[in-house]
């Protein structure tokens, strides 16, 4: 099934109404909710994803069609009432400490979110015991850690060691303006990305979702 153009130009423009009404519409006619999201609303988040990633797109139209596919969400939340709606997995994320820094955070959580991910938003300057103790109470299958400056990169390394102490067989990813693929293996995450659409695709293939 290819991706609904008519639907994805919608959520560019971040018309929540339209969005709204094509979800409540599919759901009507009898389409599963889950065909809904696996095979129309992802792949369109996807597509948006990445060609924010190669840069066709910006950042505007980015948060403007997470917002519409957040509202399409709560459409089908709404309609399996005391059903759960399953998440792909969790993840715990938050800037790391001494940086306030949360732009690219949000991104990552956004574009999670759209994939069909829980996410644990812990904010910015997070020390690693909020890490450690939120991975624990939630039994998360991801702690995501970002940077976004020179210096508060440094502060990634003794993190994920830390984490590791604490909760063994954590899965780390990290990001951020700063950091590159090559510090992230050299401080021992087991993934990095760029951007939120990476981000997702990077956290799908740890939980061993593709």
């Given at each position: 099934m290819g991706v609904n153009v008519d639907l994805k130009q919608r959520m560019l423009e971040g018309n929540i109404k339209k969005t709204e009404q094509f979800t409540r519409g599919e759901l009507d006619k009898g389409i599963p909710w889950s065909d809904l999201l696996e095979k129309i609303l992802i792949p369109i988040m996807?597509?948006?994803g990445q060609e924010f990633s190669n840069?066709?797109?910006f950042l505007p139209e980015l948060m403007a069609a997470g917002i519409a596919m957040s509202k399409a969400v709560e459409v089908i939340k709404e309609r399996l009432g005391d059903r759960k709606l399953e998440p792909k997995g969790t993840m715990v994320l938050g800037t790391i400490y001494d940086d306030v820094h949360d732009i690219g955070k949000n991104i990552v959580k956004m574009n999670l979110e759209a994939a069909g991910f829980r996410v644990i938003d812990l904010g910015i300057d997070v020390q690693p015991e909020r890490f450690i103790k939120s991975s624990r109470e939630s039994k998360a299958d991801l702690i995501g850690i970002s940077a976004l400056l020179t210096a508060t990169?440094?502060?990634?390394?003794?993190?994920?060691r830390q984490i590791r102490e604490e909760v063994p067989g954590s899965?780390?990813?990290?990001?951020?303006n700063p950091v590159t693929a090559e510090f992230a293996e050299k401080i021992g995450a087991d993934g990095y990305a760029p951007d939120g659409y990476l981000a997702v695709k990077r956290a799908k293939e740890l939980l061993g979702l593709e």
């Open positions: 996807d597509e948006i840069g066709s797109l990169m440094l502060n990634l390394g003794p993190a994920i899965k780390i990813m990290v990001g951020g």
